[in-house]
């Protein structure tokens, strides 16, 4: 299940907000659905109060069954919450924190326009550590213009040093008609070039490797497989999911629907009694077929062989024999134990590798 908070700045939509949220979780209702998973996320949840995210949680747990054992995530943004809120938090039932550091540099930072400190979010983690939080996940960004190998390697050495059994390290990505996209465009910064990135990335994966964490999904690395993501581990191996609030997803395994993205109109169709649905769509076999292949190989184990076959009828090694010859004489992927992932070096043409296989299906 994902709570999908909406990014807003104007505060007083709050109460609205969280009285359409509770409306449309009432009316998506399905008691007999055990939930193993629950994400607060998008925005800054944690702008919200401890009695806001409780009537959340109990309105959650009166419309479906959430199993005792459920990962219940939220994240939070360093210098928006103090030690106070977080033991509150703990209590309240949240067991695991993502939390958006993105980098312990200042200058980085500073670049990405985050409003907290290197000093704040060391302060934060810590502040979770002692209310009673073991499962933390750290979100970094690197591959910014101006940075270093050297840059890089202190943000995540200061990562492992914090503790944490969880790190989503990410490319910087530059979209276009963004503030950044606009000032590459003008030629004012100048993006890191393709090899460099590659090669922080391999470094990234040595580096945690060495630390004892395992790169169990292309961004993602976690100390062992019990402090996997539980919830994104999901989205990957396309279990269904509910979402709820303005542009959430949902997916039941047939269809997949998303919200009515913008707030006023989100919260005024569910005083109406609609839902805030915007569209939907039916996948194909083809997009089934496709969207596991791309899923998968962005993770450890890969694509199952015999689950494919099993939902598609039909032989993977087969339907793609030509494509798997090419990975596999170029020493980009493996087929092992009934499945076929991707080696490290796969994994740096891993967009390449997947308009192959689209190309073949779609």
């Known amino acids: 299940m994902y709570c999908d908070f909406y990014s807003q700045t104007d505060l007083s939509l709050i109460p609205g907000y969280l009285r359409a949220l509770g409306k449309e979780i009432e009316k998506k209702a399905a008691p007999g659905n055990t939930i ?6 998008g925005g800054t949840p944690s702008v919200l109060r401890i009695k806001d995210i409780e009537k959340l949680l109990q309105i959650l747990h009166e419309n479906y069954s959430v199993s005792p054992e459920a990962e219940i995530t939220l994240e939070v943004n360093p210098g928006t919450v103090d ?17 958006g550091v993105q980098s312990f540099c200042e200058d980085k930072l500073k670049f990405l326009n985050r409003i907290h400190s290197a000093r704040q979010a060391v302060k934060t983690i810590h502040h979770a550590q002692n209310a ?4 933390i996940s750290l ?24 503790m944490s059994s969880h790190l989503s390290c990410y490319m910087l990505t530059i979209e276009p008609g963004t503030p950044l996209g606009d000032t590459v465009k003008k030629g004012l910064i100048t993006p890191v070039d393709n090899d460099t990135l590659s090669k922080l990335f391999k470094d990234t994966v040595q580096f945690l490797d060495r630390a004892g964490f395992e790169q169990y999904e292309i961004s993602n690395f976690s100390k062992g497989h019990r402090n996997r993501s539980k919830h994104n581990s999901n989205y990957w191996n396309m279990t269904p999911y509910h ?22 109109k989100y919260i005024n169709k569910m005083d109406s009694g609609r839902l805030p649905l915007e569209e939907k769509e039916t996948l194909t076999c083809e ?20 689950k494919f076959e099993a939902l598609f009828h039909l032989s993977f090694e087969d339907r793609f024999k030509d494509i798997l010859g090419n990975l596999l004489d170029a020493c980009l992927g493996v087929v092992k134990d009934n ?13 390449s590798i997947v308009e192959a296989f689209a190309d073949k299906i779609l």
Do not use: C
Not at 142 to 151: A, D, I, Q, R, V
Not at 243 to 264: E, L, M, V
């Open 83 to 99: 030690a106070a809120y977080l033991k509150e938090l703990s209590a309240a039932g949240i067991n695991r924190l993502s939390i």
């Open 287 to 306: 997009q089934k077929m496709m969207e596991m292949i791309l899923l998968s190989l962005r993770t450890l184990e890969g694509v199952d062989l015999i």
């Open 139 to 162: 979100d970094l960004i690197y591959g910014l213009p101006f940075e270093t190998k050297k840059m890089w390697q202190s943000d995540l050495k200061e990562a492992v040093t914090m």
């Open 132 to 135: 009673g939080f073991d499962n």
């Open 36 to 41: 193993s998973t629950l994400y607060f996320g």
């Open 243 to 264: 979402g709820f609030g303005p542009a959430a997803h949902s997916y039941d395994g047939i269809t997949r629907s998303w919200n009515q993205s913008n707030i006023i």
């Open 339 to 351: 499945r076929f992932f991707l080696t490290l070096e796969g994994k740096l043409h891993l967009n």
